[in-house]
């Protein structure tokens, strides 16, 4: 999505100014953060864990959410990302837009914006392919694949 004048908004625009349709935009569709994440220990030895559990709403196939639209009403956990708070969701995986965008970082080479491809998150090999939803898995400590730095 550049404008008339080839601009990248997502390098010339702080995400408050962007609006709703950029800001959506931003998210390369690598549903990380539809996994479940587990918080292990307190104060300073907490630390958060990624694991292979998602949302019962996504397919985990293609990495794409089976009800986007009424996300919100059926998973009562879904959360909606706020610009004005995103600095707090640490929990966000290191490559996404959000996330990097927040910190001053750039987009990386494989994200859509960048390709021009929808699919280029899965493509590029980031995505979660052999996860399982959280109706079919017993327990999450079996799912655990490492921590969110
Ligand atoms: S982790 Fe970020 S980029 Fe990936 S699906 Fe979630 S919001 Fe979108």
């Excluded at 550049?2 to 549903?31: I, P, Y």
């Excluded at 864990?49 to 009800?67: I, Q, S």
């Excluded at 009403?73 to 996404?96: A, M, Y």
Aim: charged share 35%; net charge neutral; proline share 3%.
């Amino acid at each position: 999505m550049q404008d008339s004048d080839n601009n990248k908004f997502w390098e010339t625009k702080k995400l408050e100014e962007m609006s709703q349709e950029e800001w959506e935009s931003l998210c390369d569709g690598c549903a990380l953060c539809c996994y479940r994440k587990i918080i292990d220990g307190y104060l300073f030895w907490k630390k958060i864990l990624n694991t292979k559990v998602a949302c019962n709403l996504l397919d985990c196939k293609t990495c794409r959410c089976m009800d986007y639209d009424n996300r919100f009403s059926r998973q009562g956990e879904c959360i909606k990302l706020d610009r004005k708070k995103i600095k707090k969701f640490k929990w966000l995986p290191k490559t996404c837009a959000y996330r990097l965008l927040s910190e001053n970082k750039p987009l990386p080479s494989w994200h859509p914006l960048v390709t021009g491809k929808p699919d280029s998150a899965l493509d590029s090999g980031i995505c979660i392919t052999d996860g399982i939803n959280e109706n079919e898995a017993e327990d999450w400590y079996d799912y655990i694949i490492g921590e969110v730095k």
